[in-house]
């Protein structure tokens, strides 16, 4: 038997600042003091748990993370001077940055425990190499405190949110920044990756923003923000916000319309959200210590067992305080239920069968159905006129009667008087074009004066019958462009019969291109894509399908050839290409070289980096990451000279080196401080320097050692 989900909560003594699920099926708990606490989902029993010491006041950042995997967490030092990431399993410190100047503001592990980052409010980020407790690299720098870090769900880019106003967005699968979204006008707190290659971003004075990545630009403004946002998280359905005054205001993410805003709402400040998929559990923790795991459609099983005794104005009561309902599937069933219902009365009120429509909506008594009951029933009041104008041939008083009540178009009677109309008008389309005389083809049509929308179509086709012949001449060519060009200047050929042939001639080599492409007939799929692509309904995809299959083709190609400078180019441009098995080949084997290639950059191994990464060295999308490598293994060249006490002039030289090749960054600033705390003050200025840089850099300047 199935356990019935339920909310659940548990009381602790300090804040809750973290909460995470983890990959085993299991939860973690971090408070304020940093006390971490492994929980079972289904009692909230604690599992297992241990205490750093470290007690935190400000929590408004991230200032603890923890891997999927929960094997690594990092968290900020109790007076915010460095960071810490620390072993789980042994409790022991692998790694700090205490290269900030000032205090760490954020700290973040990625999705797949790769890297630990490291954001301070000098608005730098160092990151970490888990494996090695090195650090790796640094991202693009912000001019103020950043106040936010946050992952895309397939962990290709970061975004960092900062008090310069600005929300940085960096592929570290690339190596490369990707944009800097500018639009807040006050310092951004939060943002949180979406679904569909999207990102939320709200800043303090509680403006709120959903961008498209794909463009870079806004989707859309959210309203009802009167608060300050504390947390953040979501799911493919919805947009949760925790907030100060401890609601929970969330959006659904189709048509980003705020759900009920006092549903949610706690007796203390919301200071950590998650979400659980395989639950459906909306994890809240408070201020006051206090862990809720909220069942979001909670009732759902109620809503089934009044959806059998037809208990409908007891369901739409029921769910006016619970909105999540509104998208479970009893309450979809309903809305079915009452479309179907309303059908029927339509036609049970088209055949005068008012007892019988009364009897079909007697389960429907809430004052908004009853609102729409009574606006149909008056509607309808007027269908038997309707019906007797049609047959006396007041065709006029029936079209005005049709526009008064549009439920009228759905009826029997309308359809056979448009049939009709149509059978008329194609005869006058014949005439026309015959050359007849206006005023036969008037005659032919004259019950249709003073209809405003078969008036004007009249006078078009009178007017322009050589247009429909245009179109004719056009569509035997199949010259579809020119086609839909003519019927977009001229809307009344859309009543011409051609105008239907012409959208079934489109979808018929829609399907006919679907199946070329599953029996892999790419030379036929790309011939009568092109024919497609004329077509306005199906433009768009048409060409995103040509971009597909020829990019399939060349990748293929590429593949087969050995061309792996090609193929890499065109698998970073395509989310396609990397779903296939030769794309996950690739990727596979890229990873597994360069994860080595970071094994002998620990020891600055430069000649062992050539050896792993020499295939790569031709390869425009991986020239930023190789880049990275080399000049990581460059920077453990140098501190591997201070560590040692080595020569000042030695050690500058590699400095100077350096900054040659790739430029001023945030790592090699922070060595050099390494380096001025340990020998003193030198008259080498780094900002004095020719700089190089890291995107132009190739491996055909690399050096043995950069200190020489």
Partial sequence: MKKKKTNRNKIFTDPIIYTKNLVNGTMVVVDAKTTIRFLDKSTLKVINGFKTGIHHVWYKNAIVSFSEDGNYFATVSQEAKLSRLYNTNTKKIIAKVQRHHGSVSCVAIDPKGKYFFSCGEDGKTFVVDIKSAKLSFTLPAHIDAINDICFSANNQLVATASYDKQISIFNFAMMTPVTRLKTHAAPVMKIHFLSENRLFSVDKSGSAIIWDLDTNKIIVRLNGIHDTVRAVTANDKFLFLGTELGYIIVYELENYAQLSRSFIKYNSPISSLEFDESRDDLIVGCENGELNLLYIYEGDKYLEKLLESKEYDSINEYVKTRPFLLYTKPYISLSKIWEKTLQQVSKLLQNAQKDKAEKLLSNFNSPAKKTIIKKMFQEYAEFGKFV?????????????????????????????????????????????????????????????????????????????????????????????????????????????????????????????????????????????????????????????????????????????????????????????????????????????????????????????????????????????????????????????????????????????????????????????????????????????????????????????????
């Fill in 388 to 708: 007797l104008d049609i047959k006396k041939g007041n065709t006029a008083l029936a079209y005005s009667l049709a526009r008064k009540y549009p439920s009228y178009k759905e009826s029997k009677f309308y359809l056979l008087m448009e049939e009709r109309w149509k059978k008329l008008f194609a005869k006058a389309q014949i005439l026309a074009q015959e050359g007849k005389r206006k005023e036969e083809i008037y005659e032919l049509l004259s019950q249709y004066r003073g209809i405003p929308e078969k008036t004007r179509l009249i006078q078009e086709m009178v007017a322009k019958s050589e247009v429909f012949v245009r179109l004719k001449s056009n569509m035997a060519k199949k010259d579809f462009k020119v086609a839909f060009e003519l019927i977009k200047v001229n809307p009344f050929l859309k009543e011409f019969e051609e105008y239907n042939k012409l959208l079934m001639y489109g979808d018929t080599l829609y399907i006919s291109i679907s199946k070329a492409m599953d029996s892999r007939d790419i030379y036929e799929s790309i011939k009568s894509l092109r024919v497609l692509r004329d077509f306005p309904d199906y433009e768009v995809i048409a060409k995103k399908m040509i971009q597909d299959i020829e990019s399939q083709g060349q990748f293929f190609k590429a593949v087969d050839d050995g061309d792996l400078q090609s193929a890499y180019r065109l698998l970073s441009k395509s989310e396609l290409l990397e779903n296939t098995q030769a794309g996950q080949k690739l990727i596979k084997q890229w990873q597994n070289d360069l994860a080595l290639a970071e094994v002998y950059v620990i020891k600055a191994d430069i000649l062992a980096i050539d050896g792993v990464l020499g295939d790569y060295k031709n390869i425009g999308s991986k020239q930023m990451s190789v880049a990275r490598i080399y000049a990581w293994a460059y920077i453990n060249q140098i501190e591997y000279a201070i560590a040692h006490n080595k020569e000042k002039t030695y050690i500058e030289k590699g400095f100077k080196n350096y900054i040659l090749n790739f430029g001023v960054d945030d790592h090699i600033i922070s060595t050099f401080e390494i380096y001025e705390k340990k020998y003193g003050k030198t008259k080498l200025n780094l900002d004095a320097l020719k700089k190089g840089i890291r995107a132009m850099w190739r491996p055909s300047m690399r050096v043995k050692n950069i200190l020489e």
